[in-house]
T-cell receptor, first 111, second 115 residues
Framework: KQEVTQIPAALSVPEGENLVLNCSFT??????LQWFRQDPGKGLTSLLL?????REQTSGRLNASLDKSSGRSTLYIAASQPGDSATYLC??????????FGTGTRLQVFP | EAGVVQSPRYKIIEKKQPVAFWCNPI?????LYWYRQNLGQGPELLIR????????DSQLPKDRFSAERLKGVDSTLKIQPAELGDSAVYLC?????????????FGAGTRLSVL
């Protein structure tokens, strides 16, 4: 059974810091991995999707890497801003089309 | 273009009462998903539709939960009767199809509180 773990569970940093969120999964047979952002009381917004054949994806200040063999992904946020405060979720997808989510990292960026 | 629309946003009911949630996916999206998200957890899939056919409902508690997607567009998720443990956020998502590269777009969710 695929299990997805995210560390840390919560993170509080001052504005401007570069930070790394971690995601690990137990079964390396995945189709892709996605990083989502969830604001309080809102749905999920897809940030980055990495196919199993890819090593990383970048969008603006966000960079996500994937090491399928070791079952790890990281989300790097450069020059963090208060507007980045949210919960970040990673999810892996297998051939069943089912997304398995981690429990999330709650990020707080203070001015 | 409108995203995935869900209603109501919030619902408070007493246990043993019925409740229904509605979802309107993005136009043209054939695949629709219902997830449940407990407090402090990631979403868990309840059911997935390909057009009007439910193709994965293994996680749906069928004794009290039901879902339908008439005409392969809008969908409703129903709980009858609701239990205290059903309190959660119910998220609907849609994607163009089930191809591996397609992103799932999520609605804002319905937050259910069962008292």
């Amino acid at each position: 059974k695929q299990e997805v773990t995210q560390i840390p569970a919560a993170l509080s940093v001052p504005e401007g810091e570069n930070l790394v969120l971690n995601c690990s999964f137990t079964d390396s047979a995945i189709y892709n991995l996605q990083w989502f952002r969830q604001d309080p009381g809102k749905g999920l917004t897809s940030l980055l999707l990495i196919q199993s054949s890819q090593r990383e994806q970048t969008s603006g200040r966000l960079n996500a890497s994937l090491d399928k063999s070791s079952g790890r992904s990281t989300l790097y946020i450069a020059a963090s801003q208060p507007g980045d405060s949210a919960t970040y979720l990673c999810a892996v997808r297998r051939n069943t089309d089912k997304l398995i989510f981690g429990t999330g990292t709650r990020l707080q960026v203070f001015p | 273009e409108a995203g995935v629309v869900q209603s109501p946003r919030y619902k408070i009911i007493e246990k043993k009462q019925p409740v229904a949630f509605w979802c309107n996916p993005i136009s043209g999206h054939n695949t629709l998903y219902w997830y449940r998200q407990n407090l402090g957890q990631g979403p868990e899939l309840l059911i997935r539709y390909e057009n009007e056919e439910a193709v994965d409902d293994s996680q749906l508690p069928k004794d009290r939960f039901s879902a339908e997607r008439l005409k392969g567009v809008d969908s409703t998720l129903k709980i009858q009767p609701a239990e205290l443990g059903d309190s959660a956020v119910y998220l609907c998502a849609s994607s163009l199809d089930r191809a591996s590269g397609n992103i799932q777009y999520f609605g804002a969710g319905t937050r259910l509180s069962v008292l």
